[in-house]
């Protein structure tokens, strides 16, 4: 709920907040990030499901799911080309970010702690203390 409201906030007007909702990576493949920020739509994806294209950025929180999230769920946006893939690791209290997606890889990753912060890859004007988020 705290990353909720927080992003809700800081992108009022520039994305739209998706919480577990629906997001088509083909045919075969829809699933429902924890938190996703899209690109402006005018009917709020309302006749259609957001793609691969409409993600500015993704995020999936973990406890239990860490390890299918940091492998499966990272090679499936990697593949679709998420440009920016965010793991809120409940474990050991950090946010894995991930960047420069490369077939089934990211380029970049770089794990943040409370007391770092970091601006949004897609929304340069927006910078995140990760302290306000985990």
């Known amino acids: 709920m705290r990353l909720t409201h927080f992003l809700s906030a800081l992108v009022f007007g520039k994305a739209i907040v998706s919480v577990q909702n629906p997001l088509q990576l083909g045919d075969l493949s829809e699933p429902e990030p924890d938190f996703t920020l899209l690109k402006p739509n005018a ?54 970010i991930y960047r420069q997606p490369h077939g089934d890889c990211y380029g970049e990753k770089t794990a943040l702690r409370v007391g770092d912060s970091i601006t949004l890859s897609q929304l340069d004007q927006i910078t995140i203390n990760i302290a306000d988020i985990l």
Not at 68 to 88: C, G, S, V
């Open 43 to 96: 009917d709020f994806y309302c006749s259609r499901h957001p793609n691969a294209n409409d993600v500015l950025l993704l995020i999936e929180v973990a406890d239990s799911s860490l390890s299918f999230d940091q492998n499966q769920k990272l090679r499936l946006y990697a593949t679709h080309n998420i440009p920016e893939y965010w793991l809120m690791n409940l474990n050991d209290p950090c946010v894995e």
